[in-house]
């Protein structure tokens, strides 16, 4: 090993999804939304001018933070925004993960947690799910640096009842509990409304989903006005203008056209019911996903090998070489249409 290379700081990378440079594949690997974003928020796009790029944005955020506290109910002070939920989560890592016992998240999960764990040198335990991929309330009641899980749990989509997570933030009231809810709006219940009760509870939510908005990479999180000053002090401590104006005025648009993201919504857990009796049909089970993708094995045919036959077809699902879960294929719900091309490949190659 060279001389300046001890002093290194040496990671291993997140691996997001793929994006397939060629036209035409259907594109069900990495949880994007299959419609565009509210049209307030093309408008929105048209009124913005090279003149809007040539000053520092707003390093507070005011107008986003704003029409998200309007839209939810809370007070702006209560609202942290961030480049993606990525950057909030990991925020919040840097900011609320520092007494040096183990901080808990389960077994199989969202794969930056480790990854950011890993960045902070933040020590973590991960309780495995159970064998139904359910999150064992139970194995949270116990010493730790702080509990981080999604909700619905990705890849799995299952949804943790209210109930549970009230549990949880009840054995856990000295640390900070996060509960990230990147597909809270297909299905699940936020646990927004705790927030008056626990002040050590961050709710963590994003653009990416729901509001189809993955590239303009906008996230957001709640939490008690002292939880929200004390992650905008870090993060004023490392970079003060994350949020671009781009995001911040295209966000505010999104926001504000509640019609359009319940529609959106709606068709989009539409399909994913609809995907259900027809993937069962075809030979497939599943967890009771409450996200916009599907988390499925196949009765008979191996899960890398019909990632593969996928892939080839153009067809483009998310796969996940690890244990537990390497004969499941995680499947974005797309449109309709999508959907229905991703079923005539299946009855085909699966002879159904
Ligand atoms: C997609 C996702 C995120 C992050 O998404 P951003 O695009 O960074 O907002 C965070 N957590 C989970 C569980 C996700 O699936």
Not at 78 to 83: C, K, L, N, S
Not at 84 to 96: C, I, K, N, P, Q
Not at 308 to 330: C, E, M, Q, S, T
């Given at each position: 090993?060279?001389?300046w290379?001890?002093?290194?700081?040496?990671?291993?990378?997140?691996?997001?999804?793929?994006?397939?440079?060629q036209?035409?594949?259907?594109?069900?690997n990495?949880?994007?939304?299959?419609?565009p974003?509210?049209?307030k928020?093309?408008?929105a796009?048209?009124?913005?001018?090279?003149?809007?790029?040539?000053?520092?944005?707003?390093p507070?955020?005011?107008?986003?933070?704003?029409a998200?506290?309007?839209?939810?109910?809370?007070?702006?002070?209560?609202?942290?925004?961030?480049?993606?939920?990525?950057?909030?989560l990991?925020?919040?890592f840097?900011?609320?993960?520092?007494?040096?016992?183990?901080?808990?998240?389960?077994d199989?999960t969202?794969?930056?947690?480790?990854?950011?764990?890993?960045?902070?040198?933040?020590?973590y335990?991960?309780?495995?799910?159970?064998?139904?991929?359910?999150?064992?309330?139970?194995d949270?009641?116990?010493?730790?640096?702080?509990?981080?899980?999604?909700?619905?749990?990705?890849?799995t989509?299952?949804?943790?009842?209210?109930?549970?997570?009230e549990?949880?933030?009840?054995?856990?009231?000295?640390?900070?509990v996060?509960?990230?809810?990147?597909?809270?709006?297909?299905?699940?219940?936020?646990?927004l409304?705790?927030l008056?009760?626990?002040?050590?509870?961050?709710?963590v939510?994003?653009?990416?989903?729901?509001?189809?908005?993955a590239?303009?990479?906008?996230?957001?999180?709640?939490?008690c006005?002292?939880?929200?000053?004390?992650?905008?002090?870090?993060?004023?401590?490392?970079?003060?203008?994350?949020?671009n104006?781009?995001?911040?005025?295209?966000g505010?648009?999104?926001?504000?056209?509640?019609?359009?993201?319940?529609?959106?919504?709606?068709?989009?857990?539409?399909?994913?019911?609809?995907a259900?009796?027809?993937?069962a049909?075809?030979?497939?089970?599943?967890?009771?996903?409450?996200?916009?993708?599907?988390f499925?094995t196949h009765?008979?045919?191996?899960?890398r090998?019909?990632f593969?036959a996928?892939r080839?077809?153009g067809?483009y699902v998310?796969?996940?070489?690890?244990?537990?879960?390497?004969?499941?294929l995680?499947?974005?719900?797309?449109?309709?249409?999508?959907?229905?091309?991703?079923?005539?490949?299946?009855r085909?190659?699966?002879?159904?």
């Amino acid at each position: 090993m060279r001389e300046w290379e001890k002093n290194i700081r040496k990671v291993t990378p997140y691996t997001p999804g793929e994006q397939p440079k060629q036209q035409n594949v259907i594109k069900l690997n990495t949880n994007e939304n299959p419609y565009p974003p509210s049209p307030k928020v093309a408008e929105a796009l048209r009124r913005m001018t090279t003149e809007t790029m040539r000053k520092y944005p707003d390093p507070t955020a005011r107008e986003l933070r704003d029409a998200i506290a309007a839209e939810y109910r809370v007070r702006p002070e209560q609202v942290f925004v961030g480049v993606g939920s990525d950057d909030v989560l990991a925020m919040a890592f840097l900011t609320f993960f520092n007494s040096g016992k183990p901080i808990l998240f389960p077994d199989i999960t969202y794969s930056f947690y480790d990854v950011w764990a890993g960045l902070f040198q933040i020590p973590y335990e991960r309780p495995a799910l159970n064998e139904r991929f359910e999150i064992v309330k139970e194995d949270y009641f116990r010493e730790n640096g702080g509990i981080v899980f999604p909700n619905p749990n990705a890849p799995t989509g299952l949804q943790m009842p209210l109930s549970d997570i009230e549990e949880i933030l009840r054995h856990n009231r000295d640390v900070i509990v996060i509960v990230d809810e990147a597909y809270i709006d297909f299905g699940g219940a936020s646990a927004l409304g705790l927030l008056e009760k626990y002040e050590n509870l961050l709710v963590v939510q994003t653009f990416s989903k729901s509001r189809c908005m993955a590239g303009m990479r906008v996230g957001f999180a709640f939490g008690c006005e002292d939880l929200i000053r004390c992650l905008n002090d870090v993060k004023y401590s490392y970079n003060s203008y994350t949020m671009n104006e781009a995001a911040i005025r295209l966000g505010a648009a999104a926001v504000s056209d509640h019609a359009y993201f319940s529609e959106t919504c709606r068709k989009i857990r539409d399909t994913r019911e609809d995907a259900k009796r027809k993937l069962a049909q075809l030979g497939f089970s599943f967890t009771d996903s409450q996200a916009n993708f599907l988390f499925v094995t196949h009765e008979s045919c191996p899960a890398r090998e019909l990632f593969g036959a996928l892939r080839a077809a153009g067809i483009y699902v998310r796969y996940f070489d690890k244990p537990r879960i390497d004969n499941y294929l995680r499947i974005t719900v797309g449109t309709d249409e999508e959907m229905e091309a991703l079923y005539r490949f299946l009855r085909q190659y699966l002879k159904k």
